[in-house]
């Protein structure tokens, strides 16, 4: 079975300093990833997903997410934050070789940037 | 580009009523699901439509929920009757369904439901 775990229930970060929001995964086979943010009282926003190919994906808003398969980690990233980051954050896994598209989320990471 | 829209936003009942709520795709997306999200959780997949086919319906308590996508578009998930742990927010995603697992699934903004 898939899962992901999301290890910090939050992260605070000052304004202009980098952030970075952890995330790691298992599931059998090479896992496809995402990154999604949500703001209060909003649905789910896409910010980037891998797939194959580069460990270093870029997404929306200045975001970026390193895969790494031998720590089975999928970090997202951002080299200045901004107070507007602030948000819940999730990060997603799907199992290829399963016959549905199911995407299993972690419990989510809030962020706060302080100005 | 209209996104996926969702109503209502919010509903509150007493336990053992009935709900419905509606979800309109993305123009041209296949495949449709709901999501559960209950406070302090990520989202839990009730129930995948792909046109107007049930793909995975396995976390759905179908004992009192439900849902339809009669005509491959719009869809409507219901619950009778409602428990206190119900209380959560529906959200309904879509996704082009290409029939490959690479597909993003886009999120509606949610219906917030509260059972008293």
């Known amino acids: 079975a898939q899962s992901v775990a999301q290890p910090e229930d939050q992260v605070n970060v000052a304004e202009g300093n980098p952030l970075t929001v952890k995330c790691t995964y298992s599931?059998?086979?090479?896992?496809?990833l995402f990154w999604y943010v949500q703001y209060p009282n909003r649905g789910l926003q896409f910010l980037l997903k891998?797939?194959?190919?580069?460990?270093l994906v870029k997404g929306s808003y200045g975001f970026e997410a390193e895969f790494n398969k031998s720590q089975t980690s999928f970090h997202l990233k951002k080299p200045s934050a901004l107070v507007s980051d602030s948000a819940l954050y999730f990060c997603?896994?799907?199992?290829?070789?399963?016959?549905?598209?199911?995407?299993?989320f972690g419990k989510g990471t809030m962020l706060l940037v302080s100005p | 580009e209209a996104g996926v829209a969702q109503s209502p936003r919010y509903k509150i009942i007493e336990k053992r009523q009935s709900v419905a709520f509606w979800c309109n795709p993305i123009?041209?997306?296949?495949?449709l699901y709901w999501y559960q999200q209950i406070l302090g959780q990520g989202p839990k997949l009730l129930i995948q439509?792909?046109?107007?086919?049930?793909?995975?319906d396995s976390q759905l308590p179908k004992d009192r929920f439900s849902a339809e996508r009669l005509k491959g578009v719009d869809s409507t998930l219901k619950i009778q009757p409602a428990k206190l742990e119900d209380s959560a927010v529906y959200l309904c995603?879509?996704?082009?369904?290409?029939?490959?697992?690479?597909?993003?699934?886009?999120f509606g903004p949610g219906t917030r439901l509260t059972v008293l």
């Open positions: 995603a879509s996704s082009l369904g290409t029939g490959t697992s690479t597909d993003t699934q886009y």
């Open positions: 599931v059998s086979g090479n896992p496809y």
């Open positions: 891998y797939i194959t190919g580069d460990n």
């Open positions: 997603a896994v799907r199992d290829p070789h399963s016959g549905y598209s199911t995407l299993t």
């Open positions: 123009s041209g997306h296949a495949t």
């Open positions: 439509f792909q046109n107007n086919g049930v793909v995975d």
